[in-house]
């Protein structure tokens, strides 16, 4: 399969209503779309990524009218969170209509709903009048792409179009929350923090063990690089090996790195955190070494990306 490089939403619309894979640009990371109404082109995704089955997709819609085209038995609390989080950085699980078959939502009941604030995904998702199923567009348990260029590294050839957008300005996933029940459930932290959800929904639950396993990118280890991965404290002196590794963090290392990435605050942290993974396994590294943050506000899902990176379990 030959990859379209393209710059035109239209263009690459037309190939996603024909039923091919297409890249796109959001604010949080690129996706690998395709119509999620059409079982056989969201198997390419499957295909594509080399994702499990049993891992599902969060479809991407341009407006909040297609919510209840697409779910059903929303309740007020879902209505106020969408009203404040639609569009930008945040999903919804809710109970799914019909018109999603099975293998977008890998057999679960619930679909889960995002819509974008990046003005060129919008254009795209609007020019396709689709539905669009999209997780990451990196192979399966790498870390996210957050620019056209990191797509091209792992999808050439594999899908049918990349439509060249800007870098991702979060850096890290969106929000998911399960608006499917009584009370809402936070179960992936991401731009939209749990501080900014309480605001609007103060019973928000956040037990870990509400996790179900049919949420998008919650089931297996993500964002790993094929570089080690440790976490450690500010000036902390790790026991593992120094030697050709990188480290990430707000504060200087106390040892010497060969590729160091100070951020500023947590935004930077979270906006460079996958690209500096890409660039560590470029380079050949064999450690990266990320500095743990407090997991308040935006360092909750900077910490949950480091666990996962690092293969921690909590």
């Known amino acids: 399969?030959?990859?379209?490089?393209?710059?035109?939403?239209?263009?690459?619309?037309?190939?996603?209503?024909?039923?091919?894979?297409?890249?796109?640009?959001?604010?949080?990371?690129?996706?690998?779309?395709?119509?999620?109404?059409?079982?056989?082109?969201?198997?390419?995704?499957?295909?594509?990524?080399?994702?499990?089955?049993?891992?599902?997709?969060?479809?991407?819609?341009?407006?909040?009218?297609?919510?209840?085209?697409l779910a059903f038995n929303i309740p007020g609390y879902a209505r106020k969170l969408i009203a404040e989080f639609f569009p930008g950085p945040f999903s919804m699980l809710l109970p799914k209509r019909p018109l999603i078959p099975a293998i977008t939502t890998?057999?679960?009941?619930?679909?889960?709903?995002?819509?974008?604030?990046?003005?060129?995904?919008?254009?795209?998702?609007?020019?396709?009048?689709?539905?669009?199923?999209?997780?990451?567009a990196n192979l399966s348990g790498q870390p996210s792409p957050?620019?056209?260029?990191?797509?091209?590294?792992?999808?050439?050839?594999?899908?049918?179009?990349?439509?060249?957008?800007?870098?991702?300005?979060?850096?890290?996933?969106?929000?998911?929350?399960?608006?499917?029940?009584?009370?809402?459930?936070?179960?992936?932290?991401?731009?939209?923090?749990l501080e900014m959800l309480r605001r609007v929904t103060p019973d928000i639950a956040t037990d870990p063990g509400l996790v179900a396993e049919t949420t998008p990118g919650m089931k297996y280890r993500h964002y790993a690089p094929k570089a080690k991965v440790y976490l450690v404290e500010p000036?902390?002196?790790?026991?593992?090996?120094?030697?050709?590794?990188?480290?990430?963090?707000?504060?200087?290392?106390?040892?010497p790195a060969d590729f160091v990435l100070l951020a500023e605050n947590f935004e930077e942290y979270a906006r460079q955190l996958f690209s500096f993974f890409r660039e560590c396994d470029r380079r050949g590294l064999r450690a990266i070494f990320a500095e743990r943050v407090a997991p308040d506000g935006l360092g909750q899902a900077i910490m949950n990306r480091l666990r996962k990176a690092a293969g921690e379990t909590a």
Request: proline share 8%.
């Open 1 to 69: 399969m030959k990859t379209l490089l393209t710059d035109r939403p239209e263009e690459a619309a037309k190939l996603l209503q024909a039923g091919q894979t297409v890249i796109f640009p959001t604010e949080t990371v690129y996706g690998l779309g395709a119509d999620a109404t059409n079982p056989e082109a969201v198997a390419a995704i499957y295909a594509a990524k080399q994702r499990p089955a049993d891992n599902p997709l969060i479809v991407h819609i341009w407006h909040t009218g297609q919510v209840d085209e």
């Open 106 to 136: 890998a057999g679960s009941s619930k679909v889960c709903l995002r819509m974008p604030s990046l003005e060129l995904a919008r254009e795209f998702l609007k020019l396709t009048a689709l539905p669009v199923a999209a997780p990451s």
């Open 235 to 255: 000036g902390e002196i790790p026991a593992a090996s120094t030697s050709q590794a990188g480290y990430i963090g707000l504060t200087a290392p106390a040892f």
């Open 146 to 193: 957050t620019r056209w260029q990191d797509c091209l590294e792992d999808m050439q050839g594999r899908v049918g179009a990349i439509l060249k957008g800007p870098e991702a300005v979060f850096g890290l996933e969106s929000t998911i929350v399960d608006a499917s029940g009584p009370a809402p459930v936070l179960l992936r932290p991401g731009a939209v923090t």
